[in-house]
Nanobody, 119 residues
Framework: QVQLVESGGGLVQAGGSLRLSCAAS????????MGWFRQVPGKEREFVAE????????VHLESVKGRFTIFRDNAKNTVSLQMNSLGAGDTAVYFC????????????WGQGSQVTVSS
């Protein structure tokens, strides 16, 4: 079982920055690929970024490339999302997720953290 707790969301003005963090309570954190997703009311949950177990590979949604960066610290069991140049379109609830290596899907999810960008 993996428990994920996000932190760092909040209200920011357009053009500003926020860093989301996710703490995982699991002994074998390095055996999980980690991802960030977001969702706005009435829409499907959207992939934002993911990073593999040893940070060799990271993928970002096209619309956030160059603005958002996912990174992890396996010694601290954390994964973070640095978000710069935020715009109104980034307003959403952001979720951290864990995918065990070899598994086809993200099985574990955090409770979500609200990010609101004011224009």
């Amino acid at each position: 079982q993996v428990q994920l707790v996000e932190s760092g969301g909040g209200l920011v003005q357009a053009g500003g920055s926020l860093r989301l963090s996710c703490a995982a309570s699991v002994r074998t954190f390095s055996r999980y690929n980690m991802g960030w997703f977001r969702q706005v009311p009435g829409k499907e949950r959207e992939f934002v970024a993911e990073i593999d177990w040893d940070s060799n590979s990271a993928v970002h949604l096209e619309s956030v490339k160059g603005r958002f960066t996912i990174f992890r610290d396996n010694a601290k069991n954390t994964v973070s999302l640095q978000m710069n140049s935020l715009g109104a379109g980034d307003t959403a609830v952001y979720f951290c997720a864990a995918q065990r290596m070899g598994s086809p899907r993200y099985k574990y999810w955090g409770q979500g953290s609200q990010v609101t960008v004011s224009s």
